[in-house]
């Protein structure tokens, strides 16, 4: 299938030839002009038969897409850890708003709280609503394998890192994988206002319109009961800053 995106030349049955102005990947609307039409048109990709210029139809997936990258981002790992990268770890945590989830891919050592930091591997949901891809030239769509393969040619220096043993941690992410793909992920974090840390991880839908979680509880992985004290304010202070860039990006979010 052909890219779709601005400035992509489309031909629709009642305006003719236009082009795409502006793409929601997440819904499937495009706006589109047509002719010396200075106004845009929206369409809808699912219902009202956009074509490509050469006249290859424009298809869009009428299940509800992954508001989030959390799900594909698991799956990519417990590729990269069958693989003999298991000093590999995936950290997510919410937004403020609530409404969108961080992600935070690191390796090395296994440090939950003093994460390192490499130029690419984080991000929000909050982008990939509209832009669904993890930025290290990965295609939207890309399986497991093709993103793993994507992000160990941008980054061979840090994917180098993660080479190693981790069994505990391996065994851990399997079981997660197992117990939430294809509609599920974890958060690393949970409201603290509302008082100590629940048993398990808390569960989240990366998809629209699926069923809050309510399978079993899912333990917290390998070396996080040990970061814990009595007072939760040490560990606030303790959990490392994002980068400037990232920090910026989101703020008042």
């Known amino acids: 299938m052909k890219p779709v995106a601005p400035g992509t030349v489309i031909f629709h049955r009642h305006r003719g030839f236009g082009v795409i102005t502006s793409v929601n990947l997440l819904t499937g609307w495009i706006a589109a002009r047509f002719g010396s039409e200075?106004?845009?048109?929206?369409?809808?990709?699912?219902?009202?038969?956009?074509q490509h210029a050469d006249g290859e139809p424009i298809l869009f997936r009428r299940a509800p897409p992954d508001r989030m990258p959390?799900?594909?981002?698991?799956?990519?790992?417990?590729?990269?850890?069958?693989?003999?990268?298991?000093?590999?770890?995936?950290?997510?945590w919410p937004k403020p708003s609530g409404l969108h989830w961080r992600w935070h891919l690191f390796t090395g050592q296994r440090n939950w709280l003093q994460r390192p930091w490499r130029e690419g591997w984080y991000g929000s949901g909050a982008d990939y609503n509209f832009n669904p891809v993890m930025g290290w030239g990965d295609a939207p769509g890309a399986s497991a394998a093709e993103l793993a393969s994507a992000l160990a040619q941008a980054d061979p220096h840090g994917m180098a890192q993660a080479l190693g043993r981790d069994e505990d941690h391996t065994e851990w992410f399997a079981a997660a994988c197992d117990l939430l793909l294809p509609n599920y992920a974890f958060s690393m974090n949970w409201d603290q206002r509302t008082g100590p840390g629940p048993d398990g991880v808390p569960i989240i839908a990366v998809k629209r319109n699926v069923p809050e979680y309510s399978g079993p509880a899912l333990p917290w992985p390998p070396g996080w009961a040990r970061l814990w004290t009595h007072s939760t304010p040490h560990i606030r202070r303790a959990v490392s800053a994002p980068p400037p860039g990232l920090a910026t990006s989101l703020k008042g979010d």
Request: no cysteine; charged share 20%.
């Open 38 to 50: 200075v106004r845009t048109l929206d369409l809808n990709l699912s219902s009202d038969d956009v």
């Open 70 to 92: 959390h799900a594909r981002l698991m799956a990519m790992v417990r590729e990269l850890h069958g693989a003999g990268y298991q000093r590999l770890y995936l950290y997510s």
